[in-house]
């Protein structure tokens, strides 16, 4: 099962590029990257940094620990809004708005195992990954950034995967309300879907979960299960959890949730079964991310990465009052 740390670093300042740096390092040591992956790291958390300073004026880099069966990696997440840039142009050696060499966004290409990044007038997002071992092939692209509220130490929202060669099952959960209260909640569903994997499909983990949530305050989840073989979407909800498939072409679906609340009232636990269609992409979310956005709004975004995605979501959908997480799922 895939559960992965995630931390946002604010870049106003030189400072802020440095302690960056130091924490990127301590992603490395808990991927255990060897040395020269570890380097890649370093060397993309400082392009990426300098250029939120020198470009953007601001923005955010997240940082997440990256599992995926037995492998491990560090995932480099920027994002601004600042004015936008031409991409292509901008991962030429030698281009540069701002008088320096113009090595940046390119070495940072270079050094990655996995890169892509979109741009627009609403600023830019960049994801950069790193595995140890080298680039990972296999399985579909998940992307996420699951983040508490400002000021609080603690993330009331979680998520997991369980991959597996034909499929990948997903738990997304909001703890109710936020703080140490609402984060006991969701990790107690995320210990208890870990135990999950021999059930049947999300209706039974739902119940499953719901049991194991009755001694917390409760929470809102769904659980989405993938199968590449028979090529279908299978979905159960308790409360207030976006779900959306999108496909080019095609009009987005919402996935129905049931009222309630996990753990204490939910009165009708239902699946859904529904077709994945080609260069389908699926976004589930918490009531952190407001619901009115489209993928459509975006020239070109539906084909981004996964993390690409969810970056852009985080930056322009996140409630200001509330933990906010948002995951992404396609194949690549």
């Given amino acids: 099962?895939?559960?992965?740390?995630?931390?946002?670093?604010?870049?106003?300042?030189?400072?802020?590029?440095?302690?960056?740096?130091?924490?990127?390092?301590?992603?490395?040591?808990?991927?255990?990257?060897?040395?020269?992956?570890?380097?890649?790291?370093?060397?993309?958390?400082?392009?990426?940094?300098?250029?939120?300073?020198?470009?953007?004026?601001?923005?955010?880099?997240?940082?997440?620990?990256?599992?995926?069966?037995?492998?491990?990696?560090?995932?480099?997440?920027?994002?601004?809004?600042?004015?936008?840039?031409?991409?292509?142009?901008?991962?030429?050696?030698?281009?540069?708005?701002?008088?320096?060499?113009?090595?940046?966004?390119?070495?940072?290409?270079?050094?990655?195992?996995?890169?892509?990044?979109?741009?627009?007038?609403?600023?830019?997002?960049?994801?950069?990954r790193v595995w140890g071992g080298?680039?990972?092939?296999?399985?579909?692209?998940?992307?996420?950034?699951?983040?508490?509220?400002?000021?609080?130490?603690?993330?009331?929202?979680?998520?997991?995967?369980?991959?597996?060669?034909s499929s990948i099952r997903l738990l997304v959960v909001d703890g109710l309300g936020h703080g140490p209260i609402a984060a006991r909640a969701a990790s107690v569903a995320v210990e208890a879907f870990a135990a999950t994997d021999r059930l049947p499909g999300p209706e039974a983990v739902v119940h499953a979960l719901h049991a194991a949530l009755r001694p917390t305050r409760g929470a809102a989840l769904a659980v989405t299960e993938l199968d590449l073989i028979s090529r279908s979407v299978r979905f159960s909800g308790v409360g207030n959890i976006g779900a959306t498939l999108e496909s080019a072409g095609q009009k987005a679906r919402g996935l129905l949730s049931h009222n309630g609340i996990a753990g204490h009232e939910a009165r009708r636990i239902q699946e859904f079964t529904v077709p994945w269609p080609a260069k389908g992409v699926l976004v589930v979310h918490s009531d952190g991310i407001q619901t009115q956005w489209k993928l459509e709004a975006y020239s070109g975004l539906q084909a981004r990465h996964a993390s690409v995605i969810a970056g852009v979501l985080y930056r322009d959908f996140r409630r200001k009052g509330d933990d906010a997480t948002v995951v992404v799922i396609k194949e690549p």
């Fill in 134 to 165: 080298g680039p990972r092939r296999d399985g579909v692209a998940v992307g996420a950034v699951s983040l508490p509220l400002p000021g609080e130490g603690q993330c009331g929202d979680a998520w997991a995967v369980q991959p597996s060669t």
């Fill in 1 to 128: 099962m895939e559960v992965t740390v995630q931390q946002r670093i604010v870049i106003e300042d030189d400072s802020h590029v440095g302690e960056a740096r130091r924490t990127a390092a301590s992603f490395s040591r808990l991927a255990s990257l060897s040395e020269a992956d570890a380097g890649r790291v370093a060397i993309i958390v400082n392009e990426l940094g300098t250029n939120l300073r020198k470009h953007a004026k601001s923005g955010e880099l997240l940082l997440r620990d990256l599992r995926y069966g037995q492998r491990a990696g560090v995932e480099m997440l920027s994002i601004d809004r600042g004015p936008g840039m031409n991409v292509d142009m901008a991962l030429r050696d030698g281009h540069s708005t701002s008088g320096t060499r113009g090595e940046g966004l390119g070495a940072v290409q270079r050094q990655a195992h996995e890169f892509d990044a979109f741009s627009g007038s609403g600023g830019s997002v960049i994801v950069a």
